[in-house]
């Protein structure tokens, strides 16, 4: 009967790990369902609908307040700051309490011997059957509070590098919504037109073959008339297709529910925004790439992390002193004092890690900074040939458009005649349509060149890292975030750009410090 606790005790376990087994569980409808409306109200929830004609400034401005990727990125430097704040914490001495309760069903007696094994005192005890204990301890060990000091010093440094993420996101997503901006504006002026012509260019392969069926026009000529048409048809097709997906960008990366119509408003005449690199030559705007790049400055702060990591290993082959102190309690009887305090002082040393790891640890430290300057220096010559390939993208891009303005107005004055002959009984139809066709494509391309320009403008500031110095607050009213990227053009319009860089550790900081403020990031998402 004394193993009958014993037996029940361990029938009890079991019984309460057979009920733990875990089984592989498919996920249902209702949470699938949940999760879908919960992802569609995050990327598309509290957004203001398009009212009107979609201006750039306000095209951008919705990517900033509403696009996911530089949300995400927006994020991910919040959870950094989080981070560096729990970081913090970990520098504090740590305090504990505690409390117990103790009963036993039989008294706590006990003998002892002598030096001789003879017993020298009858069973007795100094424990009642039933006791309770509490303590408060505070621990300090001086050792993990230097390695933690250096650890919250590379989140510090991790918070920045999100900072430079975010900033480079920005910017890419400003870049990115010009160009689809202007693409968009050309499908928007083509559309007008280019339905009429596939109606035009399709009855008159309807017309052709009817032709051939009454066996008017079976010759190689009228075949080739047919063909003509039929690759006419193709390229206004294709052009259709992709003036559709200019316009689909467009709304992606404003953050558009999809399906959302809209119309873009303005021309290239009446959004002209100066170059700040135009007075620029190759040398000095590689100066300035390599002192404002992102990806440069992150590299930067990646050095000092690796630094501090070092810093770290060489630390942890040192003995550890753990300062100790607390006061406890005891209502135990038999106790003279039931309550006293108490303070230690202990040093520890890892001996095997110091002796045995410990140049490893160290030597792997100082590889990692060494292997952060390589990857630097490899960093530095991408950038510099973005920066070359970019200059010369941007001379070649407005040239190009140039003669791409050139050649529409030479193809309007050529449909116009070639309609005109056609009208008057003096020129083909086919001729007609050809110089129509012409005269629409160079006018897309005289858009999409004027894009491309535009588009190579923003690479160039792309490719030298040039970006507003402050930070844009998503959650403010879609009508004051234009107006403030409206002055962040205007600015780094006329801004003139030092030959040494523009980078500004306090702009950054000032970042920074809106983006640690923004708590309530999480709770708008």
Not at 25 to 51: C, H, K, L, W, Y
Not at 62 to 70: E, G, P, Q, S
Not at 245 to 272: I, K, N
Request: charged share 25%; hydrophobic share 40%.
């Amino acid at each position: 009967m004394r193993y009958l606790p014993t037996v029940a005790a361990f029938a009890a376990t079991l019984a309460l790990l057979s009920a733990c087994t875990v089984t592989p569980e498919a996920v249902d409808r209702a949470s699938i369902e949940e999760r879908v409306n919960a992802d569609m109200a995050t990327a598309f929830g509290n957004q203001q609908p398009v009212s009107g004609p979609v201006t750039l400034n306000e095209a951008i401005a919705r990517a900033i307040a509403y696009n996911m990727d530089n949300r995400l990125k927006l994020m991910e430097a919040a959870v950094a700051n989080r981070e560096l704040k729990l970081s913090r914490w970990e520098m504090l001495p740590e305090i504990a309490a505690d409390a117990g309760y103790w009963h036993r069903n039989k008294q706590h007696f006990a003998s002892s011997e002598d030096v001789d094994g003879n017993e020298s005192l009858v069973q007795s005890t100094s424990l009642d059957k039933t006791y309770s204990t509490a303590g408060l301890d505070l621990y300090w060990n001086v050792l993990d509070f230097g390695i933690n000091y250096l650890s919250a010093k590379q989140a510090a440094d991790g918070v920045m590098i999100a900072v430079e993420r975010q900033r480079k996101m920005m910017h890419n997503v400003i870049m990115d919504v010009e160009y689809a901006y202007w693409m968009a504006q050309a499908a928007q002026r083509a559309e007008t037109r280019l339905p009429t012509l596939i109606k035009r260019t399709r009855e008159a392969l309807a017309r052709s073959r009817v032709s051939a069926e009454r066996g008017l026009r079976k010759t190689e000529a009228s075949l080739a008339y047919r063909r003509e048409l039929l690759q006419t048809l193709q390229q206004l097709i294709e052009l259709e297709g992709n003036m559709h997906d200019a316009r689909r960008e467009l709304a992606s990366l404003m953050g558009l529910p999809p399906g959302t119509e809209y119309r873009v408003a303005g021309s290239e005449s009446g959004d002209s925004i100066g170059n700040p690199f135009a007075n620029m030559d190759i040398v000095a705007l590689e100066q300035y790439g390599l002192r404002n790049r992102p990806e440069l400055i992150e590299e930067d702060y990646r050095r000092r992390m690796a630094a501090d990591e070092l810093r770290k290993a060489c630390l942890e082959l040192l003995p550890g002193l753990e300062l100790h102190t607390g006061y406890r309690y005891d209502d135990n009887s038999f106790l003279l004092y039931n309550d006293w305090g108490e303070s230690s002082l202990q040093l520890t040393w890892n001996l095997l890690h110091t002796v045995v790891a410990g140049r490893d640890t160290v030597d792997y430290a100082r590889d990692n900074i060494k292997l952060g300057d390589v990857r630097r220096a490899a960093l530095t010559v991408a950038v510099l040939t973005q920066i070359d390939l970019a200059h010369s993208h941007l001379r070649r891009a407005q040239l190009n458009y140039q003669y791409a303005l050139e050649l529409a107005d030479i193809d309007q004055q050529m449909a116009q005649q070639a309609r005109a002959r056609w009208q008057a009984s003096q020129g083909t139809e086919l001729e007609s349509i050809r110089a129509a066709t012409r005269n629409l494509l160079s006018g897309v391309r005289r858009d999409v060149t004027y894009a491309d320009w535009r588009n190579a403008n923003g690479k160039l500031g792309n490719a030298v890292g040039f970006s507003p110095e402050y930070y844009i607050d998503y959650r403010q009213p879609l009508d004051l975030i234009q107006q403030q990227v409206a002055d962040m053009r205007a600015a780094g319009a006329s801004r003139e750009l030092l030959p040494t860089g523009g980078y500004s550790p306090v702009g950054v900081e000032a970042r920074q410090s809106r983006i640690a403020d923004d708590s309530q990031a999480s709770v708008r998402w």
